[in-house]
Structures are given as structure tokens and as C-alpha cells.
T-cell receptor
Framework: RKEVEQDPGPFNVPEGATVAFNCTYS??????FFWYRQDCRKEPKLLMS???SGNEDGRFTAQLNRASQYISLLIRDSKLSDSATYLC????????????FGQGTTLQVKP | GAVVSQHPSRVICKSGTSVKIECRSL??????MFWYRQFPKQSLMLMAT?????????EQGVEKDKFLINHASLTLSTLTVTSAHPEDSSFYIC????????????FGPGTRLLVL
């Protein structure tokens, strides 16, 4: 079983749609969680951290369910510029700071 | 935010040659840098953790004699792919932590390596 699993998609949605991605992780002792965005042939960039209480940043909402070991990302009112691959990232141990990346979920927003 | 650069951005080389990739933190000192590799349609895989002034820690399955890492200063880490082969062709990305205690890593723009 992969340490961090995501549905690779692609998710094809029209502009203005709401889309949600899920990610599951295998290590129950995982400590920190993030969503990164990666554009084609570019480096990943931090989109947002994920907190236990859930957090929102504009059109983006991230939630963490420790009991079920999954993380979600909700994008409202999708824009063409949201088209990218969204990477779920977990830190298992703050001592090492190692980021464990999911495969990524590809989103394509159509006009 | 913190800026990390990589050089070169892309390189094409013949099989058997060695390639050096530089990772620099431009506006901060990075005690820890990480090297990742990403094959097409796959996730980033951590290759090694590089700490300034000490030997790198390699992930399982990564050959330390093939992927030489040097972190001689707080702003520079280098990855040398020795005797590169076509299967080493990949996207190599470095990242750096601003402070050891912080979790956020800032990524370089990556280096595309193509070995013919």
C-alpha cells in the first residue's frame, strides 16, 4: 500500500464548478499535512497547510479526518487557472521533516 | 517567500558522463536541503536529505555512490549523477528549509535531465 494515495484523475470540470479531491495516508502517526500545486513541468508550490480544525483560503477549503486518515481539498467556483496537478503531502515525523508526496490529482477546468 | 534556484534548468548528456546539479538558497541560509526525483506521471520521490557540513542521508534504494551530494555551505548543495544512464533521465528537484524547526520547504524550479 502506498504511503499517500490519491486518485490521479483527471478531473475535467467546467468553469465555476465545485470540485473535491481526497487523499488517504497510511501512517496513523502522521503529523503534518499539506496540499501543493504543481503545474506542468514546474516545481510544486505550497497551496495550503491542512489543520485538524479545517481551514479555508478564499475558494479553497482543506479538511483533515485523522480517524479515517484522509485529507480533502475543496475548490469552489473553479477558474481556468486552477488547472494543475494537486499533490497531497504528509510529514510522518517532524524530526526528519521528510515530505511524502501522493501521486497527485490532475484537474482540468474547461471554459 | 524564500527563493531557491537550480542550475542548470535542463541538461542533455551522453550515457556514461557525469552531471552536476546545483541548488542554491538565494535569500536565506538553509541548514537542510532535500533532493527529489520525479518520473513522468509519478509523484516526487525523496532521494536524500542533505545537511550542511555532514554526509547526506539517502533513502532506501538510492545509490549513494551514484548520486553524490555535497552541502558545503549554508546556501549551496550539489547533486552529481555519476556515469549517467538513460534510466536516470528524470526531473530532479531540490528543496530547502528556512529553519530546521520549520516544516515548510521551498522548492527549486527543477532540472530536467535527459541521458541519451
Amino acid at each position: 500500500r502506498k504511503e499517500v494515495e490519491q486518485d490521479p484523475g483527471p478531473f475535467n470540470v467546467p468553469e465555476g464548478a465545485t470540485v473535491a479531491f481526497n487523499c488517504t495516508y497510511s501512517n496513523s502517526a502522521s503529523q503534518s499535512f499539506f496540499w501543493y500545486r504543481q503545474d506542468c513541468r514546474k516545481e510544486p508550490k505550497l497551496l495550503m497547510s491542512v489543520y485538524s480544525s479545517g481551514n479555508e483560503d478564499g475558494r479553497f477549503t482543506a479538511q483533515l479526518n485523522r480517524a479515517s486518515q484522509y485529507i480533502s481539498l475543496l475548490i469552489r467556483d473553479s477558474k481556468l487557472s486552477d488547472s494543475a496537478t494537486y499533490l497531497c503531502v504528509v510529514i510522518f515525523s517532524s524530526n526528519t521533516g521528510k515530505l511524502i508526496f501522493g501521486q497527485g490529482t490532475t484537474l482540468q477546468v474547461k471554459p | 517567500g524564500a527563493v531557491v534556484s537550480q542550475h542548470p534548468s535542463r541538461v542533455i548528456c551522453k550515457s556514461g558522463t557525469s552531471v552536476k546539479i546545483e541548488c542554491r538558497s538565494l535569500d536565506f541560509q538553509a541548514t537542510t536541503m532535500f533532493w527529489y526525483r520525479q518520473f513522468p506521471k509519478q509523484s516526487l520521490m525523496l532521494m536524500a536529505t542533505s545537511n550542511e557540513g555532514s554526509k547526506a542521508t539517502y533513502e532506501q534504494g538510492v545509490e549513494k555512490d551514484k548520486f553524490l551530494i555535497n552541502h558545503a555551505s549554508l546556501t549551496l548543495s550539489t547533486l552529481t549523477v555519476t556515469s549517467a544512464h538513460p534510466e536516470d533521465s528524470s526531473f530532479y528537484i531540490c528543496s530547502a528549509k528556512v529553519q530546521a524547526s520549520q516544516e515548510t520547504q521551498y522548492f527549486g524550479p527543477g532540472t530536467r535531465l535527459l541521458v541519451l
